[in-house]
């Protein structure tokens, strides 16, 4: 079974530039997460769907990041303008629902560094 | 979310077992305990999940106490591929934000030769 697909690995931005990552969760996983993680700590949830609707992004700096999941398949998340505290790794994550007994998978994430 | 305490670092000698405990002493009854780890520069790895019983699979053993105040992750034979940060997670079953993955600092493990 495919994993959790992100793109770019890789993303060196200037500040008040703007980024996009992608995400294609497992096939028929309705929860999609995405994780923010800076360098020594560990991931925090920044949003979370539930298949095209928003469950929770009560963690999300909604001035400068902003993320979608149309048609309740592959995810967008961006960063608009970014700052160098932005630098981080950036996870999505999928499950197959809501429920704490349901697995939550991650993919390999997307190193972005903000100069 | 039940909060989690963990020793921020562990040794294990490779081919020993590694028991890596955690402490969720406000565990209520719907909240699931997780187990993560995650390698230098890779996404987090599903381990093993329990509630209540204690359960085995391929990768380790998950021992839950009866009062569901703590457990042990159990890898049965290190090895240095094993190296790794690894997360105990109390992951809520319900409520209006249930589902989601709170992750602690976790414990630095290193498997020696």
């Known amino acids: 079974e495919a994993g959790v697909a992100q793109s770019p690995r890789y993303k060196i931005i200037e500040k008040r530039q703007s980024v996009a990552f992608w995400c294609n969760p497992i096939s028929g996983h309705a929860t999609l997460y995405w994780y923010q993680q800076i360098l020594g700590q560990g991931p925090k949830l920044l949003i979370q769907f539930q298949n095209n609707g928003v469950v929770d992004d009560s963690q999300l700096p909604k001035d400068r990041f902003s993320a979608e999941r149309l048609k309740g398949v592959d995810s967008t998340l961006k960063i608009q303008p970014a700052k160098l505290e932005d630098s981080a790794v950036y996870l999505c994550?999928?499950?197959?629902?809501?429920?704490?007994?349901?697995?939550?998978?991650f993919g390999e994430g997307s190193w972005l560094t903000v100069v | 979310d039940a909060k989690t305490t963990q020793p921020p670092s562990m040794d294990c000698a490779e081919g020993r077992a590694a028991n890596l405990p955690c402490n969720h002493s406000?565990?209520?009854?719907?909240?699931?305990v997780y187990w993560y780890r995650q390698i230098h520069s890779q996404g987090p790895q599903y381990i093993i999940h329990?509630?209540?019983n204690n359960e085995t699979n391929e990768m380790a053993s998950l021992i839950i106490t009866e009062d569901r105040k703590s457990s042990t992750l159990i890898l049965p034979h290190a090895t240095l591929r094993d190296t790794a940060v690894y997360y105990c997670?109390?992951?809520?079953?319900?409520?209006?934000?249930?589902?989601?993955?709170?992750f602690g600092q976790g414990t630095i493990l290193t498997v020696h030769p």
């Open positions: 329990g509630l209540k």
């Open positions: 406000t565990i209520s009854g719907n909240e699931y």
């Open positions: 994550a999928s499950s197959y629902n809501r429920g704490a007994g349901n697995t939550i998978y």
């Open positions: 997670i109390v992951r809520l079953g319900g409520g209006t934000s249930y589902g989601k993955l709170t």
